[in-house]
């Protein structure tokens, strides 16, 4: 925890790093402080909610701003007050969240628990990798999400690490009434049937979203495995990086996994201020690759992956191109 | 009223509604209300758009516990029939 007695109004350099450490970040307006208050996966109980209104309008203006990383954060809380602050925050249970060069907070969108579209269990994984990595030191800020479906709400391709949920399914041939439905639902032109005949699904252009299963009726198109995409690299900002798909259909067991050597080639291969996306332009794609694969195995991606229509069509038109081509490893 | 088996479906409904031009989730409203009028067992053919409904409405059938009988994609929409599940306790 930072050092809260000191009641100077005036915020140095360094005072400002150890502050941005714990959540705290200095205000244009001199000695004030935005407090950001940890909410993985935009995650919070109305006790919680309750208390942040509470300090909100006890240390601060009565005005609480949700930051683009789904933190609430209670603005224009005075320096000498922060010790107060937390100490009544957690009262409810609510923690400080962070900024600067770490792992930070976990987003994620409501993911199968209760959003339709949803395939992965998007926030109890994000709470639980921040449970487990919040906070980590990083060459530079460490920015991870977790996205439900191939819609991508959380934008898995701008984060330094994104999973995005995918579904591979299966025709279970007795139960089709050769319908068609689920042709009609794919929107992505990776099934096709043939008259009287089974559908057929297109491995090279199935994005893995799951519409066929939600529009079979018949217990015929079904779920054989839920996994994550894995984006690596991603970044926004005034320079943006957009993110290397890196592997597909990762099941839950092996997220934290996954997390855990990323964070780990980060720290082994970038420099100070560098973001993950710059390490891998610098040191190759390949070098993380292999410490990827360790992991993940046959779940890695290819050259042959990348070329084909499912990979290409994730990014802008022409933007696949652009990729350095992945060496076997 | 006798009602003859649609050359579509094979089978007789006892109820029939086009819902086309009416979007998710309204769509599935209405069918909800006309389900909940007739008996159990009974059949409830609906006909509705492509697109957004051909997600939505057989998950939810399915989740409400009703079973689709029939289904058929049309030149413009698809139709389903709709066995009207068993009475469930109220949700809290």
């Known amino acids: 925890m930072t050092d809260t007695q000191q009641t100077t109004t005036k915020v140095t350099r360094k005072r400002a790093e150890d502050l941005k450490a714990g959540g705290f970040i200095p205000q244009r307006q001199s000695g004030k402080i935005t407090v950001r208050c940890k909410a ?41 007050n922060l010790d107060a602050v937390v ?62 479906c191939p819609i991508d709400c959380m934008r898995a391709r701008e984060m ?11 025709l279970v041939e007795e139960n089709c009434t050769f319908c068609g439905l689920c042709v009609k639902a794919c929107q992505d032109d990776a099934l096709h049937m043939e008259e009287g005949e089974l559908p057929v699904r297109d491995l090279d252009r199935c994005i893995g979203c799951g ?16 996994g994550h995409a894995v984006y690596v690299g991603g970044k926004h900002g005034k320079h943006p990086h957009v993110a290397y798909p890196v592997a597909a259909l990762v099941p839950d067991e092996k997220v934290f996994d996954v997390i855990q050597v990323t964070i780990a080639w980060h720290r082994e291969h970038g420099v100070k201020g560098e973001r993950i996306g710059s390490t891998i332009d610098r040191v190759g794609i390949d070098s993380y690759r292999r410490a990827l694969q360790e992991v993940v195995g046959d779940c890695l991606l290819t ?27 | 009223m006798e009602q003859k088996p649609d050359a579509a479906t094979d089978v007789t409904p006892d109820l ?77």
């Open chain 2, 16 to 92: 029939k509604i086009d819902l086309r031009g009416t979007p998710c989730p309204m769509n599935w409203v209405e069918a909800k209300l006309q389900l909940e009028k007739m008996e159990p067992g009974q059949l409830l053919e609906m006909i509705l758009d492509d697109g957004d409904p051909i997600r939505n409405v057989p998950r939810t059938i399915k989740a409400d516990g009703h079973k689709v009988v029939r289904a058929k994609s049309l030149e413009d929409g698809f139709v389903l029939v709709v066995e009207r599940g068993p009475n469930r306790p109220p949700r809290r």
């Open chain 1, 303 to 329: 050259q042959e992956d990348l070329q084909k229509p499912r990979w290409r069509h994730v990014f802008y038109d022409g933007l696949a191109d652009t990729f350095p081509a992945y060496a076997k490893v």
């Open chain 1, 211 to 226: 519409d066929c299963i939600k529009a079979c009726a018949f217990d015929s198109m079904v779920q054989k495995r839920v």
């Open chain 1, 87 to 148: 100490a009544e925050l957690a009262e409810a249970g609510q923690e400080i969240a962070s900024c600067g060069k770490r792992f930070r907070v976990t987003t994620a969108c409501g993911g199968c628990e209760y959003n339709p579209n949803g395939l992965t269990d998007t926030q109890r994984l994000a709470e639980e990798a921040t449970r487990q990595f919040f906070g980590q030191d990083t060459p530079h800020k460490f920015k991870t999400c977790f996205s439900g």
């Open chain 1, 160 to 170: 330094d690490l994104g999973f995005q949920g995918m579904v591979e399914p299966m």
């Open chain 1, 40 to 80: 993985p996966g935009g995650r919070v109980t109305a006790e919680r909610l309750e208390k942040i209104a509470e300090v909100a309008r006890k240390y601060g203006q009565g005005i609480v701003h949700l930051s683009v990383r789904m933190s609430p954060e209670i603005l224009y809380v005075d320096l000498e």
